[in-house]
């Protein structure tokens, strides 16, 4: 039985005003609906009030909290939303990847997957790399922490403000969010690095040609230490 559509609520701003609550779609798994998001503002799920993220945020960007929220962390638009996975999730083990196939299956998102690569957590991170970016085709950004992020976040929040979403030339920020995620991947490559990547994706402008790449072909581009190097990256199993 499904239950009758309440009035719309009210719910907390961080400027302490009052907004109503988003709409979810509740025909979709787990709330995972479009959210209506106020120009300008962020919906953020109510486990990170109080945390340096979002203070790093306050002045910047007006916030909302919604506790309704099981898989996205942030909702930048009803359709785009941001997964942040900690160093403690990494560590932890495997379980934010339902978090990240629930959002990537929605069908109505646009998931971005932040992700805090630390000295603890970057013998992780190559396994969450290549989940999300070559088995699901998102988008992933590293951060060092969660300051790192907060502009990162408040950045991505900036251009969405400044575009409305029939402008032609929001695509072209999408398309350079694509661009930016798959140089930052291919940097983590070991052996790559800042200088060699953007070199690399010059021959191999994508992750599918860059790991169906032989050695040889490598070669030519990054010299035969830093090939095997990234042969090997790719020849582990996922």
């Known amino acids: 039985m499904v239950a009758p559509a309440c009035h719309p609520s009210a719910r907390e701003t961080e400027a302490g005003g009052l907004l109503p609550r988003p709409r979810m779609d509740r025909n979709l798994p787990e709330g995972e609906g479009p959210v209506h998001v106020p120009l300008g503002h962020i919906v953020a799920n109510e486990k990170w009030r109080g945390s340096q993220l979002i203070q790093e945020m306050q002045g910047k960007i007006k916030l909302v909290f919604e506790d309704g929220l099981t898989s996205a962390d942030f909702y930048l638009s009803s359709r785009s939303c941001i997964l942040y996975i900690t160093e403690a999730d990494l560590v932890a083990g495997n379980s934010y ?3 990240i196939v629930r959002v990537r299956n929605s069908g109505n998102l646009q998931g971005i997957v932040v992700v805090e690569k ?13 989940f999300t970016v ?3 085709g998102m988008v992933l950004l590293p951060v060092a922490n969660q300051m790192e992020a907060s502009c ?5 929040v900036q251009e969405q403000t400044k575009e409305p979403s029939k402008n032609p030339f929001l695509r072209k920020k999408r398309s350079m969010l694509s661009e930016l995620s798959l140089v930052r991947t291919v940097q983590q490559i070991p052996g790559v690095g800042k200088v060699k990547a953007p ?7 994508t992750i599918q040609r860059l790991s169906n790449a032989s050695i040889q072909e490598l070669e030519g581009v990054v ?3 830093v090939a095997q190097q990234i042969h090997a990256f790719f020849s582990q199993p996922r």
């Open 118 to 130: 630390t000295q603890i957590s970057e013998q992780y991170f190559a396994a969450i790399q290549k």
């Open 134 to 136: 070559l088995d699901l």
């Open 223 to 225: 010299g035969h230490t």
């Open 199 to 205: 070199l690399l994706l010059q021959k191999f402008p």
């Open 152 to 156: 990162l976040i408040v950045q991505l």
């Open 97 to 99: 990847r339902k978090r």
